[in-house]
């Protein structure tokens, strides 16, 4: 009896596909999407093919950075793994934890769920971009290490960047509005009474800075 694979087309009943066929059938659809995932993914490919096209410039800690972006690349990627920025942290990557937390345009957001082409002409701040250019830290992250307010303090940043953002347009919360200012940011290690504290506190070195300053100016 001939084997199945032998069967000529001719024998095979219409509308069947003979093993051999099904099995070339599958070899060339795999051969095509390794093909395109080539395309997508690789970085030589990537280089070669449109990088004009996605050649953008970023305003990022108050300079100017040139970067490569694919479309559909958000801006955490971009920070961290094109221009090094890895105070910036991915944990849920979909919008959920805050870990992610950029200022763009002074406005908390999170960075995971903005696409990095939709920032161009706009200001980027990152945990990096708050202190001082003499080194002196920011009010908030001051009072973090004076509270000693978090644990593994992966979910860091992303508190004290929705917090410096808040006090941005409330500079003298109670205690109650800054915790639903700053409710959007998870801590995995649930220590909400100590950050709560580094925050306040960081408020209040705040505004002591704004004060001093003022008198500065008057002077």
Not at 22 to 38: N, Q, T
Not at 114 to 142: F, M, N, S, W, Y
Request: proline letters at 4%; charged letters at 20%; aromatic letters at 6%.
């Amino acid at each position: 009896m001939p084997d199945a694979d032998d069967v000529k087309p001719s024998e095979t009943a219409p509308g069947k596909i003979s093993r051999r066929k099904f099995i070339m059938g599958v070899i060339a659809g795999g051969a095509a999407v390794g093909a395109a995932s080539y395309h997508f993914l690789s970085p030589s490919h990537r280089l070669a093919t449109g990088t004009s096209e996605r050649l953008i410039t970023l305003n990022v800690n108050g300079k100017p950075r040139r970067v490569d972006a694919m479309r559909q690349e958000t801006l955490a990627w971009t920070l961290r793994y094109k221009l090094g920025l890895t105070g910036t942290k991915l944990g849920c990557d979909r919008g959920e934890c805050g870990a992610c937390t950029v200022l763009i345009d002074d406005v908390p957001h999170y960075s995971c769920s903005v696409l990095t082409h939709t920032v161009r002409g706009r200001k980027v701040t990152t945990i990096e971009g708050l202190a001082a250019a003499d080194g002196k830290l920011h009010p908030v992250q001051q009072a973090v290490i004076d509270k000693q307010g978090f644990q593994c303090a992966f979910c860091m940043s992303g508190f004290i960047m929705s917090t410096v953002g808040f006090l941005n347009t409330n500079p003298n919360p109670t205690r109650t509005e800054l915790a639903h200012g700053i409710s959007g940011n998870l801590c995995r290690c649930q220590d909400y009474t100590k950050i709560l504290d580094s925050m306040m506190e960081g408020a209040a070195q705040m505004r002591g800075a704004g004060g001093a300053a003022a008198l500065a100016r008057r002077a």
